[in-house]
C-alpha cells in the first residue's frame, strides 16, 4: 500500500513539475480541462488584436464618389478634323472651342482624382461609332460630351444640356444646374434627346451645348480662354457632385443639387430640318406644276396665247 501511494505521489511530482516547465495550471477537474480545450489559447489573442487592426487600417476610407480615383470619366470633344462643326459660313471653328474646353476639363478632373479618357485630343475625325465604342468599353465611368451651337438664327442664344437615359438625369442635371448658373447666357434647359452617343452608350451620358457660335455675343465669350476655363470648371463641378442631386426640383439647406426639369425632345422634329423638308417639297410642287403646265401648252397652245395677250393688255394699262 506505501509503494502504490509512493508511486501515485511520484506521477503527481511528475505532473506538477511539467506542468510548471510549460506553464500551464495543472487541471483539477476533467470540466475545466475541455473548458481549456475549447476556448483558444492565450497566445492567439494578440494576432486576433492584430488582424483587426490590419482590417481597420487597409479597409478603404468610404468617400463622396467624386474623390475616388478609380472612377473614370470618357471626355467626347464633339466634331473634329475635316468636320469642323456649326453650319456653313461659321467664323468661330466649333471643333477648336470643343477641343479646348475638353482639354481644361481633363486637367481639371484629374486633380479630383478621376480617371479620364479623351475620344480625341487632338484635331482629328472620329466617327461616332468609335466614340461610343470608347465609352463602353469603359463599363463604371460616365460619358461627357461637348458641343457650342449653331443656328442661321443669329439671335438664338443660351446654354442647354442634353440626355437621353434615366440613368443619366442626374448627370445632366447637375452639370446644367452648374454651367447654366455660371454662364452669362440664357437658360435653355435639359432636353432628352436621342442624339447618337446618348442612345448607344450603356454609361451614363450627357452632351452639353455651351453656348451659340452663331450669337455674336456668345461667340465673343467662346473666344476667351477664361471663359472656356470657366465652362470646364463648371461642368467639372457638377461631374463631381452628380450624386447629390435632390429629387425637388429647388435647393435645401443641406445644398444639394436640384434635379431640372427637363423638355422630351425624343419625338421633335427640328425646325431647321422641317424648312428644308418644306423647300424640299416645295420645289417638287413647283416642279410637278411645270410638268403640267408644259403639258397643257402642248395639248392647247391657242389658251396660252390668249392668256399671254391678255396678261400683256394689263400691264399697259
Known sequence: MRRYSFSINLLLAAFFL????????????????????????????????TQTET????????????????????????HGGFDRGGIPRQRVSESMMNLDVAQRLKTILQSYGYRVVMTRDSDVFIPLGTRVAIANSNPNAIFVCIHFNATPRSSASGIETYFYSTQSLPLASAIHYYVAGGAPSANRGVRRRGF?????????????????????????????????????????RGVRERTMVSTS??????????????????????????????????????????????????????????????????TEE
Open 196 to 236: 447618337y452617343v446618348l442612345r448607344n452608350t450603356r454609361i451614363p451620358a450627357v452632351l452639353v451645348e455651351c453656348g451659340f457660335l452663331t450669337n455674336p455675343t456668345e461667340a465673343q465669350y467662346a473666344q476667351s480662354s477664361a471663359y472656356r476655363q470657366k465652362l470646364a470648371e463648371e461642368i467639372g
Open 18 to 49: 511539467a506542468s510548471t516547465l510549460y506553464g500551464l495550471p495543472a487541471p483539477t477537474t476533467l470540466n475545466e480541462r475541455e473548458h481549456r480545450v475549447n476556448t483558444p489559447a492565450a497566445t492567439s489573442r494578440p494576432r486576433t488584436q
Open 249 to 314: 426640383r429647388y435647393v435645401n439647406d443641406g445644398g444639394t443639387v436640384p434635379l431640372q426639369p427637363f423638355i422630351d425632345q425624343t419625338h421633335y422634329r427640328d425646325p431647321d430640318l422641317s424648312r428644308k423638308r418644306k423647300r424640299k417639297s416645295s420645289k417638287s410642287s413647283s416642279s410637278k406644276r411645270k410638268k403640267s403646265t408644259d403639258s397643257d401648252s402642248d395639248s392647247t397652245p391657242s389658251k396660252k396665247r390668249k392668256k399671254k395677250k391678255s396678261s400683256s393688255g394689263s
Open 55 to 78: 482590417q481597420t487600417t487597409t479597409r478603404p476610407a468610404v468617400g463622396p464618389e467624386g474623390s475616388r480615383p478609380s472612377t473614370t470619366v470618357v471626355i467626347d470633344a464633339g
